[in-house]
């Protein structure tokens, strides 16, 4: 597996991780709030849709270099 390759299921993974993990406190507010994890939800959130946005622009970046 090439570094292209590694990096791309590092991102999904990562986007998953943090998609869950704000999943998580928006249906469960009161076991985040027990967790201390509450001021979170909003940087969660950020995080995820700036890591799909630059998952898509690398994928559309490197397109044409990586190999299948």
């Keep these: 597996m090439s570094l292209k390759h590694f990096h791309i299921v590092f991102l999904v993974f990562a ?10 406190m928006h249906f469960m507010p009161e076991d985040a709030a027990a967790a201390g994890a ?7 959130g950020l995080l995820c849709l700036a890591l799909l ?7 559309i970046k490197k397109m044409r270099t990586i190999i299948v």
Excluded at 15 to 24: G, H, K, Q
């Design 15 to 24: 986007i998953l991780c943090d998609a869950a993990f704000w999943l998580w």
């Design 38 to 44: 509450a001021p979170l939800k909003n940087y969660a």
């Design 53 to 59: 946005f630059y998952g898509v622009w690398y994928v």
